[in-house]
């Protein structure tokens, strides 16, 4: 469970999110959705103590994250951020399957090598995302769909009960964003996602939380949020609900200019 009390964020004077809360149910997949520059990252940032809020609270298990180490947390919260992020380690120059294993590292004691466990649980990784055909590849050389993968495929290999994933199907080609959320959402771990696809939030997503401006707008199940009423003015779009084989998919259409 990861519990988010009235969190306030400002860079500087610009106050980038304001009273939010969160909850992250266990083993259930909560989606945040919203305009650029709404706070999504930010509030991911948060909820995984790479960022202190400058009011309220993060808890992971009960746990005040503020309270947590570094190796503490890298246990419980894995986190899949974009690749061009600081920290996502492809600029290093492993191969897929060294980088995969370097999921284990909050496994390891001090000066712990690399046991067979660790090698058994991060094949296991990346054969779930399609990846051992380019466990010997160098990460440098691999597609940035693949390399999306496999940065899954590290997530999975940390073993943690919550995963945080930025705009994981960034690069992704449509079967593997399908394969990507499916596997997510399949692990049984609580999922924190970054979606800007709204079709994929609804299909995926056990509930959603749609910022806005730094606020949460609206927040529930997926069925009830990604309504026109709410996604009209947020997004500034023409919003229609379309159901295509009982599942809910949205078609946007963009307003005329405003004379
Ligand atoms: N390092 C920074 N310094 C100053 N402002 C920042 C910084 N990082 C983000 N911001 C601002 O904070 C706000 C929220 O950014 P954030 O990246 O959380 O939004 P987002 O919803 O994830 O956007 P996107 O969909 O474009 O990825 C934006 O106005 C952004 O310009």
């Not at 400002?10 to 009273?19: K, Q």
């Not at 709410?230 to 963009?254: C, I, N």
Request: a neutral charge; aromatic letters at 2%.
């Amino acid at each position: 469970m990861i519990r988010a009390r009235g969190l306030e964020f400002a860079h500087g004077r610009h106050a980038v999110l304001r009273g939010v809360d969160v909850d992250a149910a266990d083993g259930r997949v909560l989606g945040l959705l919203g305009p650029n520059g709404s706070g999504k990252t930010t509030l991911l940032r948060l909820l995984h103590g790479a960022l202190r809020p400058r009011r309220g609270t993060v808890e992971v298990d009960g746990q005040d994250v503020a309270g947590l180490s570094a190796h503490e947390l890298a246990r419980r919260v894995a986190v899949v951020v974009q690749e061009t992020d600081h920290g996502s380690g492809t600029d290093l120059p492993l191969t897929v399957a060294e980088s995969v294993l370097l999921g284990r590292t909050p496994h390891r004691g001090r000066f712990g090598g690399t046991t067979a466990q660790d090698v058994r649980v991060a094949e296991a990784a990346l054969r779930r995302v399609g990846g051992l055909p380019l466990a010997g590849r160098r990460l440098v050389e691999v597609s940035g769909g693949e390399r999306q993968r496999i940065l899954i495929a590290r997530a999975l290999a940390q073993s943690a009960q919550h995963l945080l994933l930025d705009e994981p199907t960034n690069h992704l080609d449509v079967r593997y964003q399908h394969e990507v959320l499916s596997l997510v959402r399949s692990l049984g771990t609580t999922v924190v996602v970054v979606l800007h696809d709204l079709s994929l939030a609804a299909a995926y997503c056990d509930e959603v939380v749609l910022l806005h401006d730094g606020v949460v707008r609206a927040a529930g199940d997926p069925a009830e949020v990604l309504v026109p009423a709410l996604l009209e003015p947020v997004f500034e779009v023409d919003v229609r609900r379309l159901d295509h084989h009982g599942e809910l998919h949205l078609a946007f259409r963009p307003r005329p200019p405003r004379g």
